[in-house]
T-cell receptor
């Protein structure tokens, strides 16, 4: 969805490096999510945020941290990247005011490779 | 914890064949249900959703899904697939009162011309 953007789209880095993935949205949604996608494993939730002051761990938060700088921005950091964090990362948003509150809208993804 | 099971990891069909992708979930209460599609190299897009009412839900591109509460299932169907339906399909469940979605592992559909 063009209203949800992610930068960078592709990144290759080395083990031990700190990496930040950024997500911005113009949909005016209050809720934002970070997922990783691995072949055969589907999407797994890393962190989610229901507003600027609310951050929650998801299924696989170890090795990751997040920052909700504003309602429209939600960043994911890998403090010290390791090879098994090589994956496709998606940001998503949802609007708690809408019926079907958990319909989520996805960004284009960031392909991260950790060597 | 909730779980979502998609029965087939890979499905190969010829154009014009009928499609049914299975999805079962483990939560016993009220649920919201979704099917998302991911075309090659693209992000996830919503195909259809069920919140309440008619258990037969119609989505985009001729897809439909039927919610069968007694079977904890939400199977995706299309009467006649096209080559352009080649994609990965994800079922997702949101139990009522929970704040997040749980996704299945996905089914990769390959439609040969």
């Amino acid at each position: 969805d063009a209203d949800v953007t992610q930068t960078p789209r592709n990144r290759i880095t080395k083990t031990g490096k700190r990496i930040m993935l950024e997500c911005s949205q113009t949909k005016g949604h209050d809720r934002m999510y970070w997922y990783r996608q691995d072949p055969g494993l589907g999407l797994r939730l890393i962190y989610y945020s229901f507003d600027v002051k609310d951050i929650n761990k998801g299924e696989i938060s170890d090795g990751y941290s997040v920052s909700r700088q504003a309602q429209a921005k939600f960043s994911l950091s890998l403090e010290s990247a390791i090879p098994n964090q090589t994956a496709l990362y998606f940001c998503a948003t949802s609007d708690s005011r809408l019926a079907g509150v958990n319909e989520q809208f996805f960004g284009p993804g960031t392909r991260l490779t950790v060597l | 914890a909730q779980s979502v099971s998609q029965h087939n990891h890979h499905v190969i069909l010829s154009e014009a064949a009928s499609l049914e992708l299975g999805c079962n979930y483990s939560y016993g209460g009220t649920v919201n249900l979704f099917w998302y599609v991911q075309y090659p190299g693209q992000h996830l897009q919503l195909l259809l959703k069920y919140f309440s009412g008619d258990p037969l839900v119609k989505g985009i591109k001729g897809f439909e899904a039927e919610f069968i509460k007694s079977k904890f299932s939400f199977n995706l169907r299309k009467p006649s697939v096209q080559w352009s339906d080649t994609a990965e399909y994800f079922c997702a469940v949101n139990p009522s009162g929970y704040s997040t979605l749980t996704f299945g592992k996905g089914t990769m559909l390959l439609v040969s011309p």
